[in-house]
Nanobody
Framework: QLQPVESGGGLVQPGGSLRLSCAAPGFTAKRCAIEWYRQAAGKPREWVAS????????YGEDSFKARFTISKDETKDTVYLQMNNLQPEDTAMYSC?????????WGQGTQVTVSS
């Protein structure tokens, strides 16, 4: 069973950066895509970015594409979400999920708080 585990969240000042990690042992061998989502308090969950088995990255909206970069290290079965120029509105629980041809397993999430 693929079980993603996120890490790397925390408190950062506006304009700062964080790199989130999503470790999902086996996702490379199973040719899964990995998707990042976020959910702020009181708001619906929104799709942030995805990376396909072939390494193609897609982003949920232009502001994500401008500031965030999704990448993966297949040797570590880990996907990263590099987030730059973070703003208070980026405060949310960030979660990753296996996707593509794989059944969707969710991680527990990692909290990102952007505040001065």
């Amino acid at each position: 069973q693929l079980q993603p585990v996120e890490s790397g969240g925390g408190l950062v000042q506006p304009g700062g950066s964080l790199r989130l990690s999503c470790a999902a042992p086996g996702f490379t061998a199973k040719r899964c895509a990995i998707e990042w989502y976020r959910q702020a308090a009181g708001k619906p969950r929104e799709w942030v970015a995805s990376i396909s088995n072939g390494g193609r990255s897609t982003y949920g909206e232009d502001s994500f594409k401008a500031r965030f970069t999704i990448s993966k290290d297949e040797t570590k079965d880990t996907v990263y979400l590099q987030m730059n120029n973070l703003q208070p509105e980026d405060t949310a629980m960030y979660s990753c999920k296996t996707g593509g041809i794989c059944f969707g397993y969710w991680g527990q999430g990692t909290q990102v708080t952007v505040s001065s």
